[in-house]
């Protein structure tokens, strides 16, 4: 966060955080550039090299999204797709004004995915990583707003920023700036809130809702837009929504024989669903909910990367006193079981037969630990079970 914003992550919270944008400049900024995260030797080789494919990368010019057929071709003898990135065609694109988007680089590229977890982690977030990339005097994209917060990391040239105040505040993901195309046309014409040049090393907080156009000027102009998805309480309602489904007093039918389209038709059934609904509010668990937004965060979020030759041999070589440690951003939970315990994976769970919660909870804690230090006296199966979790990619090398 100091490295993006030159604050704390409790001031950025506590000022800033899905309330207003804040720019910074180089000189503001411990590291004064974005070289260590992306350059464009870096892009070029991504473009060329890497075997991009779409979705992962975009072109656009004036606004219009261009077809992938203009700027992809085939993979030659070997590689039977069709979308493959062609350098060339990206060129002529490029020259001709086309923006290009580099898309899910924390997924493509070893430093950004360190620095977008890193920054996931602080914000309590799931974080995505793109690069834009404009050529001289271009503009990639019309006036408009995003449904997530967005750092701006300028790595290239400058680019001019003109935003302004929120047509739609706090957007969620089903309330796009297409659905206000009038709203943030009108909302841009107007004077900015902000007009400002990003140069390089410079960077640029916006919260997700605030109408915003960026434009190339004299040279080619590059920078990484890190999209924070924020989890809201709209979300929490879901969750909500969710757990009220497992009382029986809402899931029952609504009457046969009436029109229930008709107000007077419905009016006892509303105060009924109503009074059920308060009920089951007070009943409400609220680790329930937290458990369904750890489960949210899980689906929006990945671990760290891991060897899968390198994880075998761990496991075959593995001894009571090597040393291992819960997977790096892999959220798990432990729960009593007859017989055994179960370990809830984000898209799965695994029962462990024979051995009890608080053994699988330690192995699995997030501590560096050893199968000898396990609370069990049987030091072989104790083995066997961190074997276990490292052929699962549950947990690492320490």
Known sequence: MRRITALSVDAFATEYWDRAPLVCRAAQLPARDFDDLLTPEAIDELLSRRGVRTPFLRMTRGGNVLPASRYTRGGGAGAEI?????????????AAGATFVLQGLHRLWPPIRTFADALAAQLGHPVQVNAYVTPPMSQGFAAH???????????????????????WSAPLRSQPWEQRKAEVATRAAEPPLLDTTLERGDALYL???????????????????IGVHPVTRSALVDQVIDELANDP?????????????????????????????????????????????????ASATRP?????????????ALTPQTAVRLRP????????ADGGALLELPDDEQRFEGVDAETLRA???????????????DVARATALVARLLRAGIVVPA
């Open 82 to 94: 069709a979308d493959q990135v062609a350098d060339d065609k990206v060129l002529a694109e490029f």
């Open 145 to 167: 707003y995003d449904v997530h917060d967005v750092f701006v990391l300028q790595f290239l040239g400058r680019k001019r920023w003109r935003i302004h105040e929120p047509v």
């Open 207 to 225: 919260p997700r809702g605030y109408v915003h156009a960026a434009a190339s000027l004299g040279e080619i102009s590059g920078h990484l837009t």
């Open 249 to 297: 007093a809402l899931r029952a039918s609504l009457p046969a024989g009436r029109d229930l389209g008709d107000v007077a038709a419905l009016e006892d059934e509303i105060a009924a669903t109503i009074a059920a609904m308060r009920a089951a509010l007070d009943r409400l668990d609220p680790a329930a909910i937290a458990r369904g937004i750890g489960r949210h965060l």
């Open 304 to 316: 760290a990367p891991l060897g899968p030759l390198a994880q075998f041999a761990a496991a075959e």
């Open 329 to 336: 951003g892999l959220r798990v939970r432990v729960r009593d």
């Open 363 to 377: 192995a699995t804690s997030g501590e560096t630990v050893c199968a000898a230090a396990l609370p069990v006296t």
